[in-house]
């Protein structure tokens, strides 16, 4: 049963488009979901909302953008670097599989070195292996909690 309706083709297709929605508003919380359907006319439980809201793992994050005002500059290759890392725990496919990915910025070029990573303790040893053969002046790394890259390379 579906919206305490029988299960027919045309509850199936109401389930699909809720799906689609869904999808495309790009994974909203339950309050604004419930909004938007109430704005085509879809009168859907609240619970029920509440439930696709739950099992999915996508969430939207709002938040301010940075207030920096001044500039980041470099004058030439290697005197500025950002680094960071993402974290793709949440959609992990295949045991094993890379749940990492590790981003190396020099400012000045603007090259973007990426590399996947299994775990944490990959971080390291990869971002040695691209800081070998350049030598950065001074750098930004954002790693999280948990993870450091020695003042040595800077």
Same mark, same amino acid.
């Given at each position: ?50 439930? /696709? @809201?739950?099992?999915?793992?996508? &969430?939207? $994050? %709002? *938040?301010?953008?940075? +207030?920096?005002?001044?500039? !980041? ?29 590790? /981003? @190396?910025?020099?400012?000045?070029? &603007?090259? $973007? %070195? *990426?590399?996947?990573? +299994?775990?944490?303790?990959? !971080? ?31």
């Amino acid at each position: 049963m579906f919206f305490g309706e029988p299960e027919n083709k045309t509850t199936e297709a109401l389930g699909a488009r809720v799906a689609a929605l869904y999808n495309q508003r790009s994974y909203p919380s339950a309050a604004r979901f419930k909004a938007a359907l109430a704005k085509r006319g879809l009168n859907v439980p609240d619970a029920f909302v509440r439930q /696709l @809201v739950s099992e999915q793992g996508n &969430r939207q $994050l %709002f *938040a301010p953008p940075p +207030r920096f005002t001044g500039k !980041v500059v470099a004058q030439h290759l290697d005197e500025r670097w950002a680094s960071d890392v993402i974290d793709f725990q949440s959609k992990t496919v295949k045991k094993g599989a890379p749940v990492y990915i590790l /981003l @190396v910025q020099d400012i000045f070029s &603007r090259f $973007l %070195f *990426a590399t996947a990573l +299994r775990s944490k303790a990959e !971080v390291e040893s990869a971002f040695f292996t691209f800081a070998a053969g350049h030598k950065a002046q001074a750098g930004r790394a954002e790693h999280g909690p948990g993870l450091r890259v020695h003042k040595s390379i800077f």
